[in-house]
């Protein structure tokens, strides 16, 4: 009896175990079935990046994250290099989570997480690491420029990654520039020009370098107002369109220029002002505090700067106080107004062509005019004498019904 009882035992251990042993090695094939979970990081270069591992279920098999050199950061929860960037986030049975903090271009690359079974499964991670484009600067632009110069304008970024694009404005406008890119390490340098010749509408113009980049929520800037010398340009102003007798009246030196134009001389009729009590000078002004007829004539203004020298001319005529004057300013008649010469020559070839026309028709009729015959004559002028033209003379007129007159 006591040996029947010790053989039901031994059967039941036996039993037991071997369903202990099949369940563990079902658990143990569903862990082996797995391979470890990862995701790529992008992140731009000083900032930190996480490095998660994960399974869906773990028998406590230790995960592992590897970096491209194959140098174990962490098995588990044990940090195994030391790098003082680099800390343990989460570790459990399931989770291997990492940060890489300041991360550099030199962090770039595949990262592996190991799962380590029987074989052990790996699966890969890639680190991107974006390089931060430097400030751009312009150079090539030594200031001033004088009006004709070619010059160059140069913008530069280093240290991005990838290629940083570099666009150029002329104040708000885009123009385009020639783009150099050179390779340092892992990173580039991009360089942008522009050339061009320059004249006095660039003076004050700015030209704005803009680096565009991934890692960059907006873009670097950077502007280069352009200072532009050229000769002067003068033009004169006058306070009244139809100067009278008794008015105040002023001139004033319009310059453009840069540098600007200085002093302004001001004469009259290639000489220096007559009255200097009634024509005041006050820089580009020129007053005469009552007009007459004396201040009639050409007034002139002179300016310069270092590249060169400008004038403008002014011709007053003073009207009687009582006299409506012209509707319109003399002056601006001589610039716009019609111009008499071109009419008067007009003019003179209408009635040219209108006396030649009369001398062609006169000749015309004075060739056609010819012989006034009557029909009876014909025939009897070309008779060698009288008696002839008379027989001549009545043949035609038996055989004529009508009488006809004719030009030969």
């Not at 020298?309 to 409506?324: C, M, N, R, W």
């Not at 008499?340 to 030649?356: E, K, N, P, S």
């Amino acid at each position: 009896m006591i040996a029947k009882q010790h053989l039901i035992f031994i059967l039941y251990s036996l039993c037991a175990s071997v369903f202990k042993v099949a369940g563990t090695k079902s658990k143990a094939k569903g862990s082996q079935g797995q391979f470890p979970i990862t995701q790529n990081v992008t992140v731009v270069e000083g900032g930190a990046a996480n490095m998660t591992c994960r399974v869906d279920y773990n028998d406590n098999t230790s995960l592992q994250w590897s970096n491209p050199a194959q140098q174990t950061l962490f098995f588990g929860d044990k940090k195994a290099l030391r790098d003082n960037r680099i800390e343990l986030v989460r570790a459990s049975s399931q989770e291997l989570t990492i940060r890489i903090g300041d991360v550099s271009l030199s962090d770039e690359g595949q990262y592996t997480c190991s799962l380590f079974t029987m074989p052990v499964k790996t699966t890969k991670a890639f680190l991107t690491v974006l390089g931060v484009p430097g400030r751009p600067e312009i150079t090539g632009f030594t200031k001033p420029a004088m009006e004709g110069d070619v010059i160059t304008l140069m913008c530069s970024t280093p240290g991005s990654k990838p290629a940083a694009n570099i666009r150029w404005f002329r104040n708000d406008k885009e123009v385009q520039g020639t783009k150099e890119l050179n390779a340092t390490g892992k990173s580039f340098t991009v360089r942008s020009s522009l050339q061009f010749q320059v004249d006095r509408r660039d003076d004050g113009v700015a030209y704005t370098c803009s680096v565009e980049h991934v890692s960059l929520s907006n873009p670097y800037m950077t502007t280069e107002v352009l200072e532009v010398h050229y000769a002067p340009h003068l033009e004169i102003t006058h306070s009244l369109i139809i100067p009278q007798e008794g008015q105040y009246f002023k001139l004033e030196c319009v310059s453009i220029g840069n540098p600007i134009p200085e002093p302004v001389l001001w004469s009259k009729d290639g000489g220096e002002l007559p009255d200097i009590e009634r024509m005041i000078v006050e820089g580009r002004e020129l007053t005469i505090t009552t007009l007459n007829k004396t201040d009639n004539g050409t007034y002139r203004c002179e300016a310069s700067n270092h590249l060169g020298t400008s004038s403008a001319e002014y011709i007053l005529f003073v009207y009687a106080k009582d006299f409506p004057g012209p509707t319109t300013d003399p002056n601006a008649l001589g610039q716009h107004g019609p111009d008499h010469a071109l009419i008067g020559g007009v003019v003179a070839v209408v009635v040219f062509i209108t006396l030649c026309l009369i001398i062609v028709l006169g000749r015309y009729l004075a060739r056609h005019k010819g012989t006034y015959l009557t029909h009876e004559a014909k025939g009897a002028e070309d008779a060698p004498d009288a008696d002839t033209a008379i027989i001549n003379a009545e043949g035609n007129h038996v055989h004529a019904e009508e009488k006809k007159e004719y030009f030969i």
